[in-house]
């Protein structure tokens, strides 16, 4: 740790542990999204996709199915499809799709809320233990074996990626779609929730806030280039998102085009348009079946991908602060991973998507904000902006620029506040539908918010009271430091 009169790295060592608690808590709900995609890779193996039909068990008399060109169910003038996707327009009908996702996947029409979570759905909890145990032998000798892995996970995707955009562009309507895609929503960005998500989608696609960066760079060599590391890493990730948004909206233009409906009631939001919308749409496509796998598998590879990202941060975090979990990593991977296993079962029973929105609605979205302002603050300001620059410079070659410094020291300090005040002052109690969750889940979800965020005030204080050197000293080397 060093002697805190001449490092203050106190002050900022709770962010570490911080930053490894968010990622613990969304491991704990974001391996579930791989299961559901296992899930509906396994029920692409068969003769006809069972999210097409209204004849299955778990289907009720208001199912429509959506076969089109051939066949589309009309109400009053209005496409089944518009109902099915959005169903504040008529509660009486559902697509086939959505009951399956909902009914057969979620059963979560056997529960009636977070306070009745019912039965485990064993089939999901076997797809949950799958995903973990790929998990664990990928990851269980360290960067050794992840390290080729990922090779797979992170091409694989653009291959899929790739085809579903030339297969998507192709379609009828695909154009109006693509249209609504690129021609923006200006009104939005007055809502405080678009601003948070963004932050925190950018900070889930990039890595920072949950130590993936810091625990993959920690493999690097001192002098490997890191900026343009940065620059490339953030060029290809925008680059990826905008490219998917042309798959995703071209497939969108065509499902609108078909049902003879808008964009905006044909698109939604969340799990719905990976496992409603865009499973339906392949449904109507020459060679479904084709589609189905490869989508799925692509959904696998990607959320692998991530998940593998999130867990090393945690390991190779706690390996480096406790050696002795390092010497024995492959027992402590167990443990961990059948931790994860057990808290996930909870998702995966018939009420277990409240549970699951819970988490991901609290566990990595304002903790996170905190976690990145903090870091930026002690970075910028406690560390000291130029003590860093000189530090890239002995590793590079070369010190940053003034443009890297002011962002560093100014602009994302006060972009972070701003989106968190901001955040905070619109924020709305959490619901799903017509479900609005009791007041005691929305308190329970600021506590597992906040129980991240307190380690930095209590690790700082508590390393400030036990490192050798007065209180008086401690604070003299602070002030210089900000000073």
Same mark, same amino acid.
């Given at each position: 740790?060093?002697?805190?009169?001449?490092?203050?790295?106190?002050?900022?060592?709770?962010?570490?542990?911080?930053?490894?608690?968010?990622?613990?808590?969304?491991?704990?709900?974001?391996?579930?999204?791989?299961?559901?995609?296992?899930?509906?890779?396994?029920?692409?193996?068969?003769?006809?996709?069972?999210?097409?039909?209204?004849?299955?068990?778990?289907?009720?008399?208001?199912?429509?199915?959506?076969?089109?060109?051939?066949?589309?169910?009309?109400?009053?003038?209005?496409?089944?499809?518009?109902?099915?996707?959005?169903?504040?327009?008529?509660?009486?009908?559902?697509?086939?799709?959505?009951?399956?996702?909902?009914?057969?996947?979620?059963?979560?029409?056997?529960?009636?809320?977070?306070?009745?979570?019912?039965?485990?759905?064993?089939? @999901?909890?076997?797809?949950?233990?799958?995903?973990?145990?790929?998990?664990?032998?990928?990851?269980?000798?360290?960067?050794?074996?992840?390290?080729? #892995?990922?090779?797979?996970?992170?091409?694989?995707?653009?291959? #899929?990626?790739?085809?579903?955009?030339?297969?998507?562009?192709?379609?009828?309507?695909?154009?109006? =779609?693509?249209?609504?895609?690129?021609?923006?929503?200006?009104?939005?960005?007055?809502?405080?929730? +678009?601003?948070?998500?963004?932050?925190?989608?950018?900070?889930?696609?990039?890595?920072?806030?949950?130590?993936?960066?810091?625990?993959?760079?920690?493999?690097?060599?001192?002098?490997?280039?890191?900026?343009?590391?940065?620059?490339?890493?953030?060029?290809?990730?925008?680059?990826?998102?905008?490219?998917?948004?042309?798959?995703?909206?071209?497939?969108?233009?065509?499902?609108?085009?078909?049902?003879?409906?808008?964009?905006?009631?044909?698109?939604?939001?969340?799990? =719905?348009? #990976?496992?409603?919308?865009?499973?339906?749409?392949?449904?109507? @496509?020459?060679?479904?079946?084709?589609?189905?796998?490869?989508?799925?598998?692509?959904?696998?590879?990607?959320?692998?991908?991530?998940?593998?990202?999130?867990?090393?941060?945690?390991?190779?975090?706690?390996?480096?602060?406790?050696?002795?979990?390092?010497?024995?990593?492959?027992?402590?991977?167990?443990?961990?991973?059948?931790?994860?296993?057990?808290?996930?079962?909870?998702?995966?029973?018939?009420?277990?998507?409240?549970?699951?929105?819970?988490?991901?609605?609290?566990?990595?979205?304002?903790?996170?904000?905190?976690?990145?302002?903090?870091?930026?603050?002690?970075?910028?300001?406690?560390?000291?902006?130029?003590?860093?620059?000189?530090?890239?410079?002995?590793?590079?070659?070369?010190?940053?620029?003034?443009?890297?410094?002011?962002?560093?020291?100014?602009?994302?300090?006060?972009?972070?506040?701003?989106?968190?005040?901001?955040?905070?002052?619109?924020?709305?109690?959490?619901?799903?539908?017509?479900?609005?969750?009791?007041?005691?889940?929305? +308190?329970?979800?600021?506590?597992?918010?906040?129980?991240?965020?307190?380690?930095?005030?209590?690790?700082?204080?508590?390393?400030?009271?036990?490192?050798?050197?007065?209180?008086?000293?401690?604070?003299?080397?602070?002030?210089?430091?900000? +000073?």
């Amino acid at each position: 740790m060093g002697n805190q009169k001449q490092n203050p790295k106190a002050t900022y060592l709770g962010i570490g542990y911080a930053v490894v608690l968010i990622a613990f808590y969304v491991d704990f709900y974001y391996n579930v999204i791989i299961a559901w995609a296992l899930r509906f890779f396994f029920a692409s193996f068969t003769d006809m996709l069972p999210w097409t039909t209204c004849d299955n068990p778990w289907n009720t008399p208001n199912c429509r199915p959506f076969d089109f060109p051939s066949r589309n169910w009309t109400e009053n003038n209005r496409t089944d499809l518009s109902i099915q996707t959005n169903p504040g327009l008529d509660s009486r009908f559902a697509s086939a799709a959505s009951e399956y996702f909902n009914r057969a996947i979620l059963e979560l029409h056997q529960s009636k809320g977070l306070h009745d979570l019912g039965a485990i759905k064993w089939d @999901m909890a076997l797809c949950l233990l799958a995903v973990y145990v790929i998990c664990y032998f990928s990851l269980w000798k360290g960067i050794s074996t992840s390290g080729k #892995v990922v090779w797979f996970t992170a091409l694989f995707p653009y291959a #899929v990626l790739l085809i579903l955009l030339v297969r998507g562009i192709t379609l009828p309507g695909s154009a109006e =779609g693509i249209k609504y895609y690129l021609n923006p929503n200006f009104n939005a960005i007055t809502s405080a929730e +678009v601003w948070v998500d963004a932050a925190t989608q950018v900070f889930f696609s990039l890595g920072p806030g949950f130590g993936v960066l810091l625990a993959y760079a920690s493999y690097n060599k001192y002098h490997n280039n890191v900026y343009k590391d940065a620059i490339l890493t953030s060029v290809i990730n925008s680059a990826t998102s905008f490219v998917a948004g042309f798959v995703i909206f071209s497939v969108l233009g065509y499902m609108a085009h078909a049902a003879g409906c808008s964009i905006q009631e044909v698109a939604t939001e969340g799990p =719905g348009l #990976v496992f409603v919308v865009y499973p339906a749409a392949i449904a109507t @496509m020459p060679g479904s079946i084709f589609w189905a796998l490869i989508f799925f598998m692509m959904l696998l590879t990607l959320g692998l991908d991530s998940s593998f990202g999130g867990s090393e941060a945690i390991i190779t975090a706690l390996s480096d602060e406790f050696p002795r979990i390092g010497r024995h990593r492959e027992i402590f991977v167990a443990c961990l991973f059948s931790l994860y296993f057990l808290v996930g079962l909870a998702s995966c029973s018939q009420g277990g998507f409240y549970f699951f929105h819970l988490l991901d609605r609290y566990a990595a979205g304002y903790s996170m904000l905190f976690a990145v302002f903090f870091e930026a603050i002690a970075v910028s300001w406690i560390y000291g902006t130029q003590r860093f620059c000189d530090d890239i410079k002995d590793m590079i070659g070369f010190a940053p620029g003034y443009y890297w410094r002011f962002c560093w020291k100014f602009a994302a300090p006060l972009f972070l506040l701003f989106i968190i005040v901001y955040g905070l002052l619109g924020y709305e109690p959490l619901s799903y539908e017509d479900y609005v969750y009791p007041g005691w889940a929305n +308190v329970l979800g600021w506590l597992i918010a906040g129980s991240s965020v307190i380690m930095i005030p209590i690790v700082a204080i508590f390393k400030i009271l036990t490192t050798p050197g007065s209180f008086i000293k401690v604070n003299a080397t602070l002030l210089s430091r900000i +000073v």
